[in-house]
């Protein structure tokens, strides 16, 4: 009997343990590669998205909003990326920082000195994230993001604030390192022109100054019309492209249907991180991955 009791003790501690434990829910897995170095050390970080879902229309399980329900806090891309989530973050009442802010967000944010000052030292942004639906495609957003991150993770842990703040740095220092080398890796082929299976890339090409000359489709979960693929088919044939680039997320039919015939490389770029896995320096790991395969594909043979 004493046994038992002990053995039911013992379970009751464990399960008072995983349910009281510090965790932080994101939507995506490129927010996951960034919060998961920022938190390393600190709190832990799920995903809500399983890989090879769109966040565009994804359905949320009973399991996938109990996970809401208990967390710290939820970050997010926002509203016009991921609808299916407004209401569950509203009727979880979960602490939530969006990637992509509101007007009245943005304002507040300037308000704050350790922001502003951020701002003021990574050069004028501002407005950026509001143009780009996916911003974990950027560079720059990722480094602004990162810092906002930061301030409300400190704000939220702080007996943890300087951890915290030296895995930013690290975080920090690391994209720049990147971005150098990046930019060096595809300064041969800015002027290659390609294009990509949805327009998902803006904040990647207008960083290194790419040569994007088109897309298959707006939203990747509507087929494009057969008007609209001859349209591209006399695209592709008229311009100067060297490669199209497919995503592991849908098929690469289409794509193959409309190039058939024509001398033209195809590459594939995953806007997911499906195949990284959370760790210190994995954002920076998917960020190269992308621009390796761009630099492979652009390339002349």
């Known amino acids: 009997m004493l046994f038992q009791r002990s053995l039911i003790f013992a379970f009751s501690s464990l399960l008072s343990v995983s349910v009281s434990a510090a965790t932080v829910v994101v939507s995506i ?9 920022l938190l390393d050390g600190v709190a832990e970080v799920r995903t809500l998205l399983p890989d090879g879902a769109s966040p565009h229309d994804y359905a949320l399980k009973p399991s996938d909003r109990r996970i809401v329900d208990q967390a710290e806090l939820m970050v997010w891309i926002g509203a016009d990326v991921e609808p299916y989530l407004t209401k569950v973050i509203q009727a979880s009442g979960v602490e939530d920082l969006r990637w ?9 944010h300037a308000e704050d000195a350790h922001v502003h000052e951020a701002h003021e030292a990574h050069g004028a942004h501002e407005g950026h994230d509001h143009d780009d639906l996916h911003p974990w495609l950027s560079p720059e957003s990722a480094e602004h993001f990162a810092e906002r991150l930061a301030v409300e993770l400190q704000k939220r842990f702080p ?13 920090l220092n690391n994209l720049a390192a990147f971005e150098s080398e990046s930019e060096k890796r595809l300064a041969s082929v800015k002027e290659t ?5 949805h327009d998902a890339y803006q904040g990647l090409v207008e960083h290194y100054g790419l040569n994007q000359v088109g897309f298959f489709t707006l939203d990747p979960s509507r087929k494009p ?3 609209h693929l001859a349209q591209l088919r006399e695209q592709l044939e008229q311009a100067q492209v060297n490669c199209v680039f497919v995503e592991p997320q849908y098929s690469a039919a289409l794509i193959e249907s409309v190039t058939r015939g024509l001398s033209v490389r195809q590459g594939e770029l995953d806007p997911l991180a499906g195949a990284v896995e959370p760790a210190v320096g994995s954002y920076q790991q998917f960020m190269l991955g992308l621009v390796t395969e761009l630099e492979r594909c652009l390339t002349p043979l």
């Open 159 to 171: 007996a943890s604030a300087e951890r915290i703040a030296a895995n930013t740095e690290a975080f």
């Open 29 to 37: 897995k490129p927010i996951s590669l960034i919060a998961t170095e």
């Open 193 to 197: 022109g390609f294009f990509v299976f």
């Open 100 to 108: 992509l802010e509101t007007a009245e967000e943005h304002a507040a």
């Open 225 to 227: 019309g057969a008007k």
